[in-house]
């Protein structure tokens, strides 16, 4: 099965994590820039101050991404870039970069999507109060309305705000993030505020600027809680617990996303926040309120519940062990479909997934390549939890990898990799990961290729390990190794290894081995065969292989195992002779396998 015709396959990177140039032809600081700047809050110091240098290597990026078949790119805006002080004088060097970017974008056939703010905040802006000022909203709207001056003519994707959570969550609350501050909730709750004012002003300014027509939305993190089992209870608990505030912090979908959707702070929240809610005045709501477009999910992970005794939410514990990626989140693609799901139903609008990726442990093989095989698996299994989420009736009108390429990944420095564009920061040297591969053919073929990694629906074999196993009976006299077979299978050689591993509990070049084997001691069996007749009907480059292999599994070599053979066949009564005495056991057979 194909995606709907007009999904959209995309990969999203921000300004701070790719540009670098944080200097450069009058560009202003940001609040990152300077809470980088002494190292202490960064792991190994880093800063994002050459990042990727994308901003000087726009071009390349460009190419590799229409190498890679992306249908479209989302790139962030650096605020301070086109308007060093956040307010007043514009940057035109700084501007004409995104103009040009835009244009290379449209020439490679891939469509810009902007997002308007991802957390690089004028630092200047940051002197006056920052998302605290309630100024901040109408700031913001000068900026937006500047940038879809000069580029709506072409971009029609606007992503206003990207990770509210994240930027005043850690950036005001945790202190994790710039600009560093540790505040109580009453603060919290007033930033907050401003930059749900600063959405509604954008969308405004959007709306009322553009020159094609414009499709907009907002990005926040998604916060999922995804069932534990199937039965309606858990799915009732996990959906529940989605859907509530919960004290303290402002990890949550309705505190943020409701005013947006709904023009109004959800019920529960504030009971749960009581007196630091800030004062909300008419018309804010109305501001923020306006119509979106499409509703995007970042979603990375999510948490497995079960109802309670009571049919209330209960965190469900992860079995030991369960998978992570490398910088520790657990992996669940279950929470792609359950996310997509519920926010869609809740919010009763089209989807897009506007970030999901993992970070893993990648590096230059001696071949030159990135083999990053875990990746590779990641998008196979969530994506295909995407697909079942269109099977099941959820429009869901795109999916964008998170990241296009390695970056500078906030408070964990360059130690995390993200991208599907493997990047050399010492030489700044790109390479196209498998997972780039794999997700070209997955975009190609609008889907299609997901099929192979389908189970099947009688049992529990991926469809992939059982074209492999129909393969290799059907090809035993032509001579192929694991990388042909899997470039057949049109997958990466070590991802075919490791599933057919995993489902079978055989490793793939024995399994072959094997197969060849029984198949020639089936020949051996007729004398009219040479062994060099053997050996090649079997597949064998030569009689030496052949007779290697042979001995290997078998313990004989092909020779003797045919005088054995003649010996021991026409004697049933010595095979019977050699059944186990307990009747009852039948794991014992007489056999020659070892
Ligand atoms: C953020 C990215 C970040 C990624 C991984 C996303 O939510 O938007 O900036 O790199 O998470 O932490």
């Not at 810009?112 to 630092?123: A, E, I, K, N």
């Not at 069996?525 to 599994?553: M, P, Q």
Request: with cysteine; hydrophobic share 40%.
């Amino acid at each position: 099965m194909t995606f709907p015709k007009h999904f959209v396959w995309g990969a999203s990177t921000s300004a701070h994590q790719i540009e670098g140039a944080w200097n450069a032809e009058g560009k202003g600081l940001s609040v990152w820039d300077m809470f980088t700047r002494t190292g202490e809050h960064v792991r190994e110091g880093h800063s994002g101050r050459e990042a990727c240098d994308h901003y000087r290597r726009h071009r390349e990026d460009v190419s590799l991404f229409s190498q890679i078949g992306l249908n479209a790119y989302r790139f962030s805006i650096s605020w301070p870039r086109v308007i060093p002080a956040g307010v007043g004088a514009v940057n035109r060097k700084g501007l004409d970069f995104y103009d040009r970017l835009v244009d290379e974008l449209l020439a490679a056939g891939i469509a810009p999507w902007v997002t308007l703010f991802h957390w690089d905040y004028p630092y200047e802006l940051f002197l006056r109060g920052g998302w605290l000022n309630p100024d901040s909203p109408a700031w913001f709207e000068d900026y937006v309305t500047l940038i879809v001056h000069k580029l709506s003519d072409r971009v029609q994707n606007w992503v206003t705000l990207s990770d509210p959570q994240c930027f005043i969550g850690m950036g005001y609350g945790t202190g994790e993030h710039a600009p560093g501050l540790r505040l109580e909730l009453p603060e919290i709750l007033l930033a907050t505020h401003h930059a749900l004012l600063a959405h509604g002003r954008a969308v405004q300014a959007i709306r009322a600027r553009t020159l094609k027509p414009a499709s907009i939305c907002w990005s926040p993190s998604a916060t999922v809680f995804y069932p534990y089992t199937d039965s309606p209870a858990d799915t009732e608990a996990a959906r529940k617990a989605t859907f509530t505030v919960f004290p303290g912090a402002i990890w949550n979908n309705t505190w943020l996303s409701d005013p947006v959707v709904f023009g109004r702070y959800p019920e529960d929240g504030l009971q749960v926040y009581g007196a630091a809610v800030p004062k909300i005045r008419s018309k804010d709501m109305e501001t923020i309120h306006q119509p979106i477009d499409f509703y995007g999910c970042n979603i990375f992970q999510g948490t497995p519940v079960k109802a309670g005794p009571d049919g209330l939410p209960m965190a469900a514990p992860f079995a030991p062990g369960h998978v992570e990626t490398a910088c520790s989140w657990k992996q669940t693609p279950a929470a792609v479909y359950w996310g997509l799901r519920f926010l869609s139903k809740h919010y009763q609008l089209p989807v897009v997934i506007t970030e999901n990726g993992i970070a893993t442990a990648d590096s230059l093989s001696l071949d030159g390549k990135v083999h990053d095989t875990t990746r590779v698996d990641f998008l196979n299994t969530h994506l295909l939890q995407v697909r079942r989420a269109i099977l099941d009736g959820v429009d869901i009108r795109g999916y964008f990898y998170w990241s296009a390429m390695d970056n500078f990944e906030w408070q964990n420095g360059y130690s995390h990799r993200f991208g599907l564009i493997y990047v050399d920061y010492a030489t700044q040297r790109r390479s196209l990961k498998d997972s780039a591969i794999m997700y070209r053919g997955v975009i190609t073929s609008n889907g299609g290729e997901l099929d192979a990694f389908l189970p099947a629906n009688d049992e529990q074999t991926p469809f992939l390990v059982k074209e492999t196993i129909r393969f290799i009976h059907a090809n035993l006299a032509a001579q192929f190794n694991i990388r042909e077979l899997a470039e057949k299978l049109r997958c990466h050689p070590d991802y075919l290894g490791r599933k057919f591993k995993q489902h079978t509990g055989v490793e793939l070049g024995l399994y072959i081995r094997r197969v060849r084997v029984d198949q020639a001691r089936e020949l051996l069996k007729n004398r009219h065969k040479t062994i060099d007749d053997v050996a090649e009907a079997c597949g064998f480059s030569d009689r030496i292989h052949f007779a290697k292999v042979f001995k290997k599994l078998t313990g004989e070599t092909p020779g003797r195992y045919r005088r054995l053979f003649s010996m021991t066949a026409p004697a049933p009564a010595a095979w019977t002779n050699l059944q186990p005495k307990n009747p009852r056991s039948s794991q014992v057979r007489p056999t020659l396998d070892r």
